[in-house]
T-cell receptor, first 117, second 115 residues
Framework: GAVVSQHPSRVICKSGTSVKIECRSLDFQATTMFWYRQFPKQSLMLMATSNEGSKATYEQGVEKDKFLINHASLTLSTLTVTSAHPEDSSFYIC?????????????FGPGTRLTVL | DQQVKQNSPSLSVQEGRISILNCDYTNSMFDYFLWYKKYPAEGPTFLISISSIKDKNEDGRFTVFLNKSAKHLSLHIVPSQPGDSAVYFCAASLYSGGGADGLTFGKGTHLIIQP
């Protein structure tokens, strides 16, 4: 299947700093990518849809000024957690759709574990 | 409001037997359903999907059944193998054929295959 990478896989930062997470589709182009967040023992929750060449769309309750998304090219989307706080500590996962037999199938990156001290 | 529900947090099955994971949904607009397998600290791995126009899709040891009237789908794994032990997520999409939508996930079922 299609391959999606994320970098970094793990980051620890101090409260108040900003952290950038990259999501890349390695062998296909993605005009749309998705960002999810997963808290311990919880489901994956969709945060936002990243659109190449246009603004991201955010799910209800997700602060767009805190979670900045830039879809710079057809293979790269970045999520920047600005002024991170301990409550932002979570597992962030991106996905990108790639054509499947009956429609788009989303392929997920390996995730980024963010810990804010 | 949990639109996709996996009511069994965990399931234990003996190796070689059939594993059946269940998923219910409430939004009748969902058009496309997927199952993912996930290990801790890793991203989900796609297993199998089904469109709402189908009631069954099979891929090797994995079969997904969809009952639209009951808003219920299930994943069958047979025979179950030790490597199948993982958390399985059911996901749904409002995919309309014009592009992909963000997925709505259930909370997952931890499948444990016992030797």
């Amino acid at each position: 299947g299609a391959v999606v990478s994320q970098h970094p896989s793990r980051v620890i930062c101090k409260s108040g700093t900003s952290v950038k997470i990259e999501c890349r589709s390695l062998d296909f182009q993605a005009t749309t990518m998705f960002w999810y967040r997963q808290f311990p023992k919880q489901s994956l929750m969709l945060m936002a849809t990243s659109n190449e060449g246009s603004k991201a769309t955010y799910e209800q309750g997700v602060e767009k000024d805190k979670f900045l998304i830039n879809h710079a090219s057809l293979t790269l989307s970045t999520l920047t957690v600005t002024s991170a706080h301990p409550e932002d500590s979570s597992f962030y996962i991106c996905s990108a759709p790639s054509g499947g037999a009956w429609g788009d199938t989303q392929y997920f990156g390996p995730g980024t574990r963010l810990t804010v001290l | 409001d949990q639109q996709v529900k996996q009511n069994s947090p965990s399931l234990s099955v003996q190796e070689g037997r059939i594993s059946i994971l269940n998923c219910d949904y409430t939004n009748s607009m969902f058009d496309y359903f997927l199952w993912y397998k996930k290990y801790p600290a890793e991203g989900p791995t796609f297993l199998i999907s089904i469109s709402s126009i189908k009631d069954k899709n099979e891929d090797g040891r994995f079969t997904v059944f969809l009952n639209k009237s009951a808003k219920h789908l299930s994943l069958h794994i047979v025979p179950s193998q030790p490597g199948d032990s993982a958390v399985y997520f059911c996901a749904a999409s409002l995919y309309s054929g014009g592009g992909a939508d963000g997925l709505t996930f259930g909370k997952g079922t931890h499948l444990i295959i016992q030797p």
